[in-house]
């Protein structure tokens, strides 16, 4: 599934493809994608222009020129890229928006998991998902008081509470992965059983990865591209996903993979020692 990092790869990419265009014409081919009524979609965008895309967490937010807004969730596999009109939508493309200068922007989805909303613009963080969203994973955001309050009170796991888009936005199993390697703490390490200096340093690296991966354009492990269809660049500087069986970076012990919250995690047992 896209993380922070890819998400705002895909909405930057947005940027340069979307942005400023009036849409002429809306296709949905899979009205499963579309939560609204899919004609009331439809009426209420031809005409309008995207005036931008926010990011909130993965949620990627469409601004239109009406006073409305599109919540868009990738979930595990939806991308957007744009084509010439006359050019043949992909296969797995699901919903198409006809834009007044001969292009379009197509939104493909192999698992048809991914979703779209559209609401009154202000009332985006009502929709499910949004509403309990937690803090964005920066300086000004994430503050060391937020994260000591919170995990002071929790007994779970560090792995699935990490994972808890009500707890921080945009963290996925890649990313909280990562950051736990770099932290060297045990993904199954009681939240509250960790100190002020933990929680200070896992917050550091938290802010510091995601933004390195962003400037990266995301991993690609799967699927995922960038809405010019490119791979991300991320995977190759990875310390701990998908390096089961390999040698640890740091202190060379092989790397293990174990179920955390029923995703699959990568540690090094020396380095990540629980109880430490």
């Given amino acids: 599934?896209?993380?922070?990092?890819?998400?705002?790869?895909?909405?930057?990419?947005?940027?340069?493809?979307?942005?400023d265009r009036k849409i002429t014409g809306i296709d949905v081919l899979y009205g499963k994608t579309i939560t609204n009524d899919v004609e009331f979609f439809k009426q209420a965008l031809i005409g309008q222009t995207i005036e931008t895309v926010d990011r909130r967490g993965k949620y990627l937010l469409f601004r239109f020129s009406n006073q409305l807004t599109m919540v868009s969730h990738l979930r595990m596999e939806g991308k957007?890229?744009?084509?010439?009109?006359?050019?043949?939508?992909r296969k797995h493309t699901h919903v198409v928006f006809h834009f007044d200068d001969q292009t379009k922007l197509c939104y493909n989805d192999t698992r048809k998991?991914?979703?779209?909303?559209?609401?009154?613009?202000?009332?985006e963080m009502q929709v499910a998902g949004l509403k309990t969203i937690?803090?964005?994973?920066?300086?000004?955001?994430?503050?060391?008081?937020?994260?000591?309050?919170?995990?002071?009170?929790?007994?779970?796991?560090?792995?699935?509470?990490?994972?808890?888009?009500?707890?921080?936005?945009g963290l996925g199993n890649i990313y909280v992965d990562e950051v736990l390697w770099m932290s060297k703490i045990n993904p199954l390490?009681?939240?509250?059983?960790?100190?002020?200096?933990?929680?200070?340093?896992?917050?550091?690296?938290?802010?510091n990865e995601l933004a390195i991966a962003t400037k990266h354009r995301g991993t690609t492990v799967h699927s995922y591209t960038t809405a010019?269809?490119?791979?991300?660049?991320?995977?190759?500087?990875?310390?701990?996903?998908?390096?089961?069986g390999k040698p640890c970076e740091r202190c060379g012990t092989t790397m293990?993979?174990?179920?955390?919250?029923?995703?699959?995690?990568?540690?090094?047992?020396?380095?990540?020692?629980?109880?430490?």
């Avoid at 705002?8 to 340069?16: M, Q």
């Fill in 228 to 244: 010019f269809g490119h791979a991300g660049e991320f995977q190759n500087h990875l310390h701990a996903y998908g390096n089961a």
């Fill in 113 to 123: 998991f991914g979703r779209m909303t559209l609401v009154k613009t202000g009332e």
């Fill in 80 to 89: 957007y890229f744009n084509l010439p009109e006359n050019e043949e939508p």
């Fill in 256 to 276: 293990l993979k174990i179920k955390v919250a029923q995703r699959g995690t990568t540690y090094c047992p020396h380095c990540q020692i629980l109880g430490a």
């Fill in 1 to 19: 599934m896209p993380e922070l990092p890819e998400v705002e790869t895909v909405r930057r990419g947005l940027l340069k493809i979307a942005i």
């Fill in 189 to 207: 390490e009681p939240v509250n059983h960790l100190s002020l200096e933990q929680v200070i340093n896992l917050r550091e690296n938290i802010i």
């Fill in 134 to 169: 937690g803090p964005e994973p920066t300086k000004s955001s994430l503050t060391i008081d937020y994260l000591t309050e919170i995990m002071s009170k929790s007994r779970r796991e560090i792995k699935p509470f990490l994972l808890d888009q009500s707890k921080v936005a």
